[in-house]
């Protein structure tokens, strides 16, 4: 039985092209986790978390970098693959050093467009992301 990878989202630079991302995952199954950088107000929480795939955490921008550090050396290190979107350069060089000691990490990066967004491998070749899940 092959181990379904954990879909993780790190959304600081906007949060429109995450949140598409998410819902397509949601239509075929795929749950996805969606680290937040910083707080929405009321309007915007409600029209984000109305899918049941998908967990969004809200994290002050104070204490991000380290709590969403430490949710994904938990799953790395307990051996699940994972599947990491990242929106922001510096934070993406960051995942980058950890995929060099964690061989099931697989980092993609998201980028918002006219299209809801676009995703690319870490050379800024634009990827489909379906075959990385």
């Not at 379904?4 to 949060?15: C, L, T």
């Not at 092209?17 to 680290?35: V, Y």
Request: glycine letters at 6%; aromatic letters at 12%.
């Amino acid at each position: 039985m092959e181990l379904r990878k954990k879909v993780v989202i790190v959304s600081e630079a906007g949060w429109q092209g995450a949140r598409q991302l998410s819902i397509e995952l949601s239509k075929h199954g795929i749950a996805a986790t969606i680290f937040i950088k910083g707080k929405l107000n009321r309007d915007e929480v409600n029209m984000i978390t109305k899918y049941k795939e998908i967990k969004n955490i809200f994290i002050s921008q104070k204490f991000f970098m380290v709590i969403m550090l430490m949710r994904v050396l938990f799953s790395v290190i307990f051996l699940k693959p994972i599947v990491i979107f990242g929106t922001k350069e510096k934070t993406e060089k960051t995942l980058l050093g950890l995929g060099k000691y964690f061989k099931n990490i697989c980092l993609l990066k998201l980028r918002e467009s006219k299209n809801y967004f676009d995703v690319f491998d870490s050379s800024m070749r634009p990827v489909n992301y379906k075959d990385f899940l």
